[in-house]
């Protein structure tokens, strides 16, 4: 997922205005305006938000990998993007991979 500053995400939606009365157009035909969901909107672009925030991370660790398991990694990466058409990183898979481990996992060795 490309990261986008909330200030982007703001800029890229749509202006919101409140719904006016009805009014008379320049024919003498009442008009209504579209009425938009506002709180809707809103939400989208909190949790917009709250998934870049969540995605930040601040610490940094060193990992020592075999060739082996440098290969894989790279083989995930390519059929990552080959079927969606993105790049992943490797710490963006590895961050994947640790969201979804269970101890369970640890001790199957």
């Known amino acids: 997922m ?3 500053s909330i200030r982007t995400i703001l800029a890229n939606q749509p202006i919101i205005t409140a719904p006016e009365e009805p009014r008379e157009a320049n024919n003498g035909k009442t008009v209504s305006e579209q009425k938009v969901k ?11 938000a ?11 660790i060193s990992l020592y990998l075999r060739p082996i398991q ?8 390519r059929a990552y993007k080959k079927r969606r058409g993105k790049k992943i990183s490797s710490n963006q898979v590895m961050r994947r991979l640790i969201d979804k481990a269970t101890l369970e996992m640890l001790l199957d060795e």
């Open 50 to 60: 709250t998934d870049q925030a969540e995605e930040k991370a601040t610490i940094e």
């Open 2 to 4: 490309k990261r986008q």
């Open 70 to 77: 440098d290969d894989k990694l790279e083989d995930l990466r």
């Open 38 to 48: 506002t709180a809707e909107l809103q939400s989208d672009i909190q949790n917009k």
